[in-house]
């Protein structure tokens, strides 16, 4: 994977100076494309609902469906990984999204268009597992926190770009959205075929190892950290701002759907600023100390966010927020990578991680409506504050994963079979 010897460290210049594999560009590539088409889909797919005469409570269950099938579909998709490899369900996870996505076009009936979504959310899990993969498996490992940067980055510009070009494109018809999303994943995943087919770094090494299983990785301390985290990220990431915050803009500050998408934009502005230098900076002094810090000013930050009654101040404590979330997003993603390592497939352990991010939205989103409507907004935030200072705790009593060898400084030891670490 490296020419470099494994003893061998690399100083700050050759660091700084050091490129990444062409890979890394390329999956950033299609992460920004899969995240505009859904936000192309996300402004229209309740309206679109809405139009076969049905319920709010059944319009939104389509949203609520994609993540329902995400989640019970990561564990399978962890296991085609084991054996069948990233790449291969990767294009397959992105093209049943495509083909999923553009016949809803076509749905003559709201149950016809739930199946469709529900078989997208069987292959936005494959997408992702695989995706997480395969930026495990080509990430240089003196560069695993760039890369994680880079990969969320990704999806983050997608995110922020999406809705603005959803808005535009929806003015073609509410079912225009969907033909252009799955469109434009027909192309990505073409891309992505072509660009990885002849890639040495995304193929199985000649050294693999044993497939990583879930029930080694729970023995380590930071893995299990790394779970209680991401599900702190899918609570307070999903689950609150993309349920709750809307809501209070509306009914706290009395403004309408524009300024709630403003706030939203300045939560993801805030991540984008930092969520490369982070992960940078995570390759230099390691993944714990940016885990631990993130997490901390994130809570502190989340609930002071539930209690602003000004808001100028609130979009200023908004993308104070926003950065804090990517302080810890890219050095939370680059411990995963420590610890399976990139000579061996750790599909079921990725997916369990994967995993953990959409039970916090799911669950997240579920209470923090009902603490908001029998309590207050304010405490919502607060106890969406509290899970994060809870992950927080959980990375204090964690081991650092930065491989030692990119650290002779530091007495951090590798925590992934493959690299020979100890099991804390």
Partial sequence: MNSRAEGDCPTAPEQAKQRLPREVWLLAGANVAVALGFGVVAPVLPQYARHFGVSISAATFVITAFALMRLCAAPPAGWLVQ???????????????????????????????????????????????????????????????????????????????????????????????????????????AVVFLGLRNSALAAPAADEEAPVSIRVVLRHRAYRAA?????????????????????????????????????????????????????YLSDRIGRRKLLIVGLTVSAVSTIFVGFT???????????VTGAATGIFISPQQAAVADIIGNKARGGTAVATFQMMADLGAIVGSLVVGRVAQHASFGWAFTVSGAILGVAAVGWIFAPETRPRTFAAHTQARPLGPAAGGEVP
Avoid: D, K
């Avoid at 994680?148 to 494109?169: K, Y």
């Avoid at 706030?263 to 805030?270: D, E, K, P």
């Fill in 83 to 189: 054996r069948l490899g990233e790449r291969r369900v990767y294009i397959s996870g992105l093209l049943i999204v495509a083909l999923s996505t553009a016949v809803c076009a076509f749905a003559q009936t709201y149950w016809q268009l739930l199946l469709f979504r529900s078989i997208g959310g069987m292959g936005s899990a494959m997408f992702t597992v695989s995706a997480l993969g395969l930026m495990i498996r080509i990430s240089p490992p003196e560069a695993r926190g760039r890369v994680a940067g880079l990969f969320s980055s990704g999806f983050l510009i997608g995110s922020v770009g999406g809705p603005v070009l959803g808005s535009l494109t929806a003015g073609f018809g509410l079912a225009a959205p969907f033909v252009i999303y799955g469109a434009a994943l027909m192309v990505a995943a």
């Fill in 227 to 279: 779970l209680l985290s991401n599900f702190a990220t899918g609570w307070s990431v999903f689950g609150l701002r993309i349920a709750l915050v809307p809501l209070l803009v509306m009914e706290v500050f009395n403004h309408g759907p524009g300024i709630a998408g403003l706030v939203l934009a300045v939560f993801a502005i805030g991540n984008i600023s930092v969520v490369i230098p982070s992960g």
């Fill in 309 to 319: 009654i000004s808001l100028p101040i609130f979009l200023a404590v908004a993308y």
